[in-house]
C-alpha cells in the first residue's frame, strides 16, 4: 500500500470511531438549536474525573520509567513551550497584520495546550495499535504554562501598563489542570502498586475511555455555540487555526521523534503542540491583557483548531511520525 | 424597630473579576458582600464577557462615603475595559453597624439622626 492510502486509512479509522461522531454530535445538535447541553456541573465533573485519572496513570508510569528516558523529551516539550507563542504572534502580527494586543492574546491560547486534544492524541493512537509512552501527561503538564507567560510578557513588555502578570500566573499554576494533573502525577508516582490496583478499574480502561465520548459530545455543543462568531473573526483566523495547528504539529512530531519518543508518543506531542488552550489561558489574557477581544481567540482555539485537530490533526501527525520513524 | 438608611451597592461584573472587584469592596471599607450568578443582555452582547462562566452580581450594603469610593473605583478601574454596570440607592437595614467598618462608624451613627 502506497503512503497516502495508508494516511487516507488512519483518517478513515479517525472518522469512524465514537470520539470524532460524538463531537459532530454536539455541533449538529447546537446548529439544529436543539435544547441539549449536558449540566455544568457534570461537564465539570467529567473534565475533572479526565484530568485526575490522566495524571494517576501518567503517575504511575512515570514511577516505572527510568528519568533519563524523559529529560530529553521533557526538555524538548519545554522548548516547544517558549517557541509555539513566539511563532504564533510573528504570523498574527506581520502576515494577519493584528494588533498587539490580540496577537499576544491568541498567542497565550495558542502557546498553551488543550488537554482534550491530548487525551483523544492518546485514544486514537492507542486504538490504531501505537501506544505513546507512559509519561506522556509529564509532558502534557510541562507545556501547560510556558506558552501562556511568555505571551502575557510579550503583552507587558509591549503595551506597558500596570499588569498583574505575576498574580494571574499564580492563578494558572493553580488551576483545575495543573492541580490535578499534577497533583495526579503525584499521587499515582507515590502509590504503592497493589493499592493502585485496586481503584486502577475505575480510572483506566473502558469507563474512562466511556467519559472521554460524552465529555467530547459537550464540547462539541460548546464549539457549535461558537460557529456563529466565525463570521465576526474571519478568514485569516480561520486559516491561522489549520495552519497553525499544522506547522506546530509537524515541528511537535519532529522534535519529539528526534528526542526518542516512539511514532505513538510523537504523535501525541505532536497533537498537544498544534493544539490550543481554552480553559487556562482565557481568564489569564482577559485579566492582564484586557484590550484583546476574547471572541478572536476563544472562536480560533475552540472553534477551529480544536476540531481540526480531533477530524485530521491527529492522524495527519500520527502519518507524518511513522513516515520520520519509518 | 430602628432602621438606619445605609447605600446598597449592586455591581454586575464578567466572571473574571469576581476576585479583584470583592478584594477592592472590602479595602475601600464594606465589611461584606453577596455574590450571585447573574444571566442577560447589554452593551456588550448577551455573553457580555464572552469566557465561559456566568455573569456575576455583588451586592453591598455600605454607608455613603464608602458607597462612592466603591463607584469611584470601579469607573477608574473596570469600566474601559471590562463588562461592569454599577449603581447605588439607599436602604434601610435593622441592625445598622453590622455594615461599618471602624473608621466609618460615625458616619452611620450620624445618619441615623
Do not use: C
Not at chain 2, 47 to 55: A, F, L, S
Not at chain 2, 58 to 75: G, N, Y
Not at chain 2, 102 to 112: F, P, S
Amino acid at each position: 500500500m502506497n503512503e497516502s492510502g495508508a494516511l487516507l486509512d488512519i483518517l478513515r479509522a479517525n472518522l469512524l470511531s465514537p470520539i470524532p461522531l460524538a463531537f459532530a454530535l454536539g455541533v449538529a445538535a447546537r446548529l439544529l438549536k436543539s435544547e441539549f447541553s449536558l449540566p455544568r456541573d457534570i461537564y465539570a465533573g467529567l473534565g475533572i474525573y479526565l484530568l485526575f485519572a490522566l495524571g494517576l496513570k501518567g503517575g504511575v508510569e512515570l514511577g516505572n520509567a527510568p528519568l533519563a528516558a524523559i529529560v530529553v523529551p521533557a526538555l524538548v516539550t519545554l522548548g516547544l513551550g517558549v517557541i509555539r507563542p513566539l511563532t504564533s504572534y510573528g504570523v498574527l502580527r506581520s502576515v494577519g497584520r493584528m494588533g498587539v494586543a490580540d496577537s499576544a492574546g491568541i498567542a497565550a491560547h495558542y502557546g498553551s495546550v488543550s488537554a482534550v486534544t491530548f487525551i483523544a492524541a492518546l485514544a486514537f493512537t492507542d486504538g490504531v495499535g501505537l501506544p505513546a509512552e507512559g509519561f506522556m501527561p509529564t509532558l502534557l503538564a510541562i507545556l501547560e504554562v510556558p506558552g501562556i507567560a511568555v505571551a502575557l510578557m510579550i503583552g507587558a513588555v509591549k503595551l506597558g501598563g500596570d499588569r498583574p502578570t505575576g498574580e494571574v500566573l499564580h492563578e494558572v499554576l493553580t488551576g483545575r489542570t495543573l492541580v490535578l494533573l499534577g497533583g495526579g502525577l503525584l499521587v499515582g508516582a507515590l502509590s504503592d502498586p497493589g493499592a493502585w490496583e485496586q481503584v486502577k478499574p475505575f480510572y483506566d480502561g473502558a469507563i474512562f475511555k466511556g467519559a472521554l465520548v460524552l465529555f467530547l459530545l459537550e464540547m462539541g455543543v460548546v464549539a457549535g455555540e461558537r460557529l456563529a462568531d466565525l463570521k465576526e473573526t474571519g478568514a485569516f483566523l480561520l486559516v491561522f487555526g489549520v495552519v497553525m495547528a499544522i506547522a506546530h504539529g509537524l515541528l511537535g512530531a519532529a522534535v519529539g521523534t528526534w528526542a526518542g519518543l516512539s511514532p505513538g508518543g510523537a504523535t501525541v506531542l505532536a497533537s498537544m503542540a498544534a493544539s490550543a488552550s481554552y480553559i487556562a489561558a482565557p481568564p489569564a489574557v482577559r485579566m492582564t491583557i484586557p484590550e484583546a477581544n476574547p471572541t478572536l481567540s476563544l472562536t480560533a482555539a475552540l472553534a477551529i483548531t480544536f476540531p481540526f485537530n480531533i477530524v485530521a490533526g491527529i492522524p495527519l501527525y500520527l502519518a507524518f511520525a511513522t513516515w520520520l520513524a519509518g | 424597630m430602628d432602621l438606619h438608611e445605609l447605600f446598597l451597592v449592586t455591581l454586575v461584573v464578567e466572571p473574571v473579576l469576581e476576585d479583584h472587584v470583592t478584594r477592592d469592596l472590602l479595602e475601600l471599607g464594606a465589611t461584606g458582600f453577596t455574590v450571585m450568578e447573574a444571566r442577560g443582555r447589554g452593551t456588550r452582547g448577551i455573553r457580555t464577557g464572552d469566557i465561559p462562566g456566568h455573569n456575576v452580581r455583588i451586592e453591598t450594603v455600605v454607608a455613603k462615603s464608602v458607597a462612592e469610593r466603591i463607584l469611584t473605583r470601579v469607573q477608574e478601574k473596570w469600566f474601559e475595559q471590562y463588562a461592569v454596570i454599577a449603581w447605588a440607592h439607599p436602604v434601610k437595614v435593622v441592625r445598622g453597624d453590622k455594615y461599618v467598618a471602624g473608621e466609618t462608624q460615625g458616619e452611620a451613627e450620624a445618619d441615623e439622626e
